[in-house]
């Protein structure tokens, strides 16, 4: 646990503090937004800043670099890895992690975007936005291992979080 916190305290303390800066913006994107007629101004400002301010600090820790550079493209292959050879522990830190890289993105976009408000719309621009992530872990050689076992999980991820908040979608 304490390496965990040497390796990844700073983005967990910049996240935090962000957060009063974060509700600013959503305050004045949504005053903005009401004063030239949006139809939603508060929920989408919300929306907005939700879904970049929860995303964004996984993807700086995704995007840090690392020690194990590699490709894996076979499905599934990683993630047997992951849960059969690691501790309980690390290979559920990895799993969890991996399923929130993209929830704040999956639960808010529905709610943001009535076009965006289906199940595979949400997986569709979780897949996109995952691919490119872990195309900038290999292109950039950051030592890290780029997977489609992340993909999938990231997406899931997405998924998951975007069912929990269907009640709040965007109504058509």
């Not at 390496?3 to 700073?10: E, V």
């Not at 830190?93 to 709610?111: E, S």
């Not at 890290?144 to 990231?154: E, I, T």
């Amino acid at each position: 646990m304490e390496q965990a916190w040497h390796t990844w305290g700073y983005v967990v303390i910049a996240a935090v503090s962000a957060v009063p800066a974060a509700v600013l913006a959503a305050f004045l994107l949504a005053r903005r937004r009401g004063r030239a007629g949006h139809p939603a101004p508060w929920r989408t400002a919300a929306a907005d800043v939700g879904a970049l301010a929860g995303t964004a600090p996984w993807i700086w820790m995704i995007l840090t670099p690392g020690t194990a550079q590699g490709v894996n493209l076979v499905p599934l292959v990683d993630l047997a890895r992951q849960v059969g050879q690691m501790p309980p522990g690390a290979a559920f830190v990895q799993v969890g992690g991996n399923l929130l890289v993209l929830a704040a993105l999956g639960a808010l976009l529905p709610v943001r975007s009535a076009r965006l408000a289906s199940l595979p719309a949400v997986a569709g621009v979780a897949a996109a936005a995952s691919s490119a992530v872990e195309l900038l872990q290999y292109g950039l050689r950051l030592g890290r291992v780029s997977s489609v076992d992340d993909v999938l999980l990231n997406t899931a991820g997405a998924v998951l979080a975007a069912l929990v908040t269907r009640r709040w979608w965007a109504r058509r």
